[in-house]
């Protein structure tokens, strides 16, 4: 039998709680949210806008093994396993703590950071490291105060590889975190211009994020990306800690060097360089910031000593999902349109990355390519400047109409030459009419904002209008 997750005596040992009820059900999982909770998991409750443990009775309905508690609650039955500590995210970092310490010595942890990528780069690296050994990764982007210890709670204790995904908002908020980690491997997959409201420049950011070498172990590997423009920075912080850099991207020196990019079909292929192998690869997610983002993976596998060819062989295996770059085909009078539905959040560096996907679809006379996008938010003082010096890119990609949404986006529009002009409207809904009456059948269609700004409206608004 495989051992469970944790026994409530290690629970007990690694919180300092004190267990009332009994103390022999095993625990198979970690919850915080009775919505989703599983039989046999920990409850955990925390606190945001309602205390959780409101809802503790209810994930014993549920069938939880046990919860951790700060205070009396009411119980279903008597025999529910209650494990009093002072407080609950407090233990959840102590059990996280644990499981880190627990692993086996030749296990690898990564831990992964950055700008935009984070999510993206650790599903490549759960796909790679599965493919050559037991791994373990949050299914979700589970990467703050709670999401991380979170993930590493529920760190099975044989796996041969585990992966963390560290966001920040703040400076000061990665460092607690990577020390919980305690990563081999750090990777910073870039540095860009994204929740700038909250830094007084792109260099602060950067200096948040090389927060993530204070983690490394001795001896550690700092994973960088050489085309960025924060490189030396970051490679700076990583020296001064005796990290060992290893680089990747177009840069002649990367030690993970992209030799090639090329659009195959709805995905991409890359061939790159690794020490003295040359690989190659396809990728089923498009995109060139995709690519760079694997060989940080690549240099993962490598670095770990791992079967770099049989890692890299699973990334064909990933698909974009909703929000983050599906492709759908919908039925328009006459035929149908595709669109890429990049909906669920935006950033320049991610705008700026979609719009060049999209110019590499390919185009002809009955094929148009068409760009809706809304306002980019948290971005501070320099927004308009960033909403307007997209214009760039949507020239570069060949956009040949664009149809923006929200106050920032006016900037662009009027950036625009008159001939790439769709429309401009203050409201989603207004922008969502106008598309639907542009749509002709064979465009491409690619729908991008900031999750506030709704433009998963624009989809819902052409699906409505054309499906039977
Ligand atoms: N290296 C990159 N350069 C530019 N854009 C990128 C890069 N990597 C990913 N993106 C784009 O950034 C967006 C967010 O990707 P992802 O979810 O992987 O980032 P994240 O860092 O996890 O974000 P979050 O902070 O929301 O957790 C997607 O639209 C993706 O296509
Ligand atoms: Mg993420």
Same mark, same amino acid.
């Given at each position: 039998?495989?051992?469970?997750?944790?026994?409530?005596?290690?629970?007990?040992?690694?919180?300092?709680?004190?267990?009332?009820?009994?103390?022999?059900?095993?625990?198979?999982?970690?919850?915080?949210?009775?919505?989703?909770?599983?039989?046999?998991?920990?409850?955990?409750?925390?606190?945001?806008?309602?205390?959780?443990?409101?809802?503790?009775?209810? /994930?014993?309905?549920?069938?939880?093994?046990?919860?951790?508690?700060?205070?009396?609650?009411?119980?279903?039955?008597?025999?529910?396993?209650?494990?009093?500590?002072?407080?609950?995210?407090?233990?959840? +970092?102590?059990?996280?703590?644990?499981?880190?310490?627990?692993?086996?010595?030749?296990?690898?942890?990564?831990?992964?950071?950055?700008?935009?990528?984070?999510?993206?780069?650790?599903?490549?690296?759960?796909?790679?490291?599965?493919?050559?050994?037991?791994?373990?990764?949050?299914?979700?982007?589970?990467?703050?105060?709670?999401?991380?210890?979170?993930?590493?709670?529920?760190?099975?204790?044989?796996?041969?590889?585990?992966?963390?995904?560290?966001?920040?908002?703040?400076?000061?908020?990665?460092?607690?975190?990577?020390?919980?980690?305690?990563?081999?491997?750090?990777?910073?997959?870039?540095?860009?211009?994204?929740?700038?409201?909250?830094?007084?420049?792109?260099?602060?950011?950067?200096?948040?994020?090389?927060?993530?070498?204070?983690?490394?172990?001795?001896?550690?590997?700092?994973?960088?990306?050489?085309?960025?423009?924060?490189?030396?920075?970051?490679?700076?912080?990583?020296?001064?800690?005796?990290?060992?850099?290893?680089?990747?991207?177009?840069?002649?020196?990367?030690?993970?060097?992209?030799?090639?990019?090329?659009?195959?079909?709805?995905?991409?292929?890359?061939?790159?360089?690794?020490?003295?192998?040359?690989?190659?690869?396809?990728?089923?997610?498009?995109?060139?910031?995709?690519?760079?983002?694997?060989?940080?993976?690549?240099?993962?596998?490598?670095?770990?000593?791992?079967?770099?060819?049989?890692?890299?062989?699973?990334?064909?295996?990933?698909?974009?999902?909703?929000?983050?770059?599906?492709? +759908?085909?919908?039925?328009?009078?006459?035929?149908?349109?595709?669109?890429?539905?990049?909906?669920?959040?935006?950033?320049?560096?991610?705008?700026?990355?979609?719009?060049?996907?999209?110019?590499?679809?390919?185009?002809?006379?009955?094929?148009?390519?068409?760009?809706?996008?809304?306002?980019?938010?948290?971005?501070?003082?320099?927004?308009? /400047?960033?909403?307007?010096?997209?214009?760039?890119?949507?020239?570069?990609?060949?956009?040949?109409?664009?149809?923006?949404?929200?106050?920032?986006?006016?900037?662009?529009?009027?950036?625009?030459?008159?001939?790439?002009?769709?429309?401009?409207?203050?409201?989603?809904?207004?922008?969502?009419?106008?598309?639907?009456?542009?749509?002709?059948?064979?465009?491409?269609?690619?729908?991008?904002?900031?999750?506030?700004?709704?433009?998963?409206?624009?989809?819902?608004?052409?699906?409505?209008?054309?499906?039977?």
């Amino acid at each position: 039998m495989t051992e469970p997750l944790w026994t409530i005596d290690e629970i007990v040992k690694a919180t300092g709680g004190r267990v009332k009820g009994p103390a022999t059900r095993a625990v198979t999982g970690i919850s915080i949210d009775t919505r989703t909770i599983q039989s046999g998991d920990l409850f955990v409750p925390l606190s945001d806008k309602r205390d959780g443990h409101d809802f503790v009775a209810g /994930a014993f309905d549920k069938g939880a093994a046990a919860a951790l508690v700060s205070r009396n609650v009411q119980l279903p039955n008597a025999d529910a396993t209650l494990i009093r500590v002072s407080d609950p995210l407090t233990a959840l +970092e102590d059990l996280a703590r644990e499981a880190r310490r627990r692993l086996k010595p030749d296990a690898v942890v990564i831990a992964v950071t950055g700008s935009v990528g984070k999510t993206g780069t650790k599903d490549m690296l759960r796909a790679c490291f599965s493919a050559v050994g037991k791994t373990h990764a949050a299914a979700k982007s589970f990467n703050n105060h709670w999401g991380v210890p979170l993930t590493l709670a529920t760190t099975p204790r044989d796996v041969d590889a585990a992966i963390y995904e560290i966001g920040m908002n703040h400076p000061g908020e990665i460092t607690p975190l990577a020390k919980m980690v305690s990563p081999q491997i750090a990777i910073i997959t870039t540095v860009e211009p994204v929740h700038l409201e909250f830094f007084s420049s792109v260099e602060q950011i950067a200096e948040a994020k090389a927060e993530i070498f204070y983690g490394l172990e001795p001896g550690g590997i700092a994973v960088l990306n050489a085309d960025n423009a924060y490189f030396s920075l970051l490679r700076d912080r990583a020296t001064r800690v005796n990290a060992q850099v290893l680089s990747f991207g177009r840069a002649a020196d990367a030690d993970v060097h992209l030799d090639d990019y090329t659009v195959q079909g709805s995905g991409g292929h890359v061939s790159a360089t690794v020490g003295d192998h040359d690989i190659s690869y396809a990728l089923e997610i498009p995109g060139v910031h995709v690519a760079q983002n694997s060989l940080a993976v690549i240099a993962a596998l490598h670095a770990s000593g791992r079967d770099v060819m049989k890692g890299a062989k699973a990334l064909s295996g990933l698909k974009p999902v909703a929000g983050r770059g599906a492709r +759908e085909l919908l039925k328009v009078p006459g035929g149908e349109v595709l669109v890429i539905d990049e909906s669920y959040n935006a950033n320049p560096a991610s705008m700026r990355a979609a719009l060049s996907v999209l110019g590499d679809v390919p185009r002809d006379e009955h094929r148009r390519r068409l760009a809706i996008l809304g306002d980019m938010l948290e971005l501070g003082a320099d927004s308009d /400047a960033l909403h307007a010096g997209l214009s760039e890119s949507v020239e570069t990609a060949a956009i040949d109409l664009v149809f923006l949404s929200g106050p920032h986006m006016q900037k662009l529009f009027e950036q625009l030459p008159d001939a790439t002009r769709g429309a401009w409207a203050n409201d989603v809904e207004d922008i969502a009419d106008a598309v639907v009456a542009a749509l002709h059948p064979g465009d491409v269609v690619m729908i991008k904002g900031s999750l506030g700004s709704r433009m998963a409206h624009v989809l819902a608004a052409i699906r409505n209008k054309f499906s039977d």
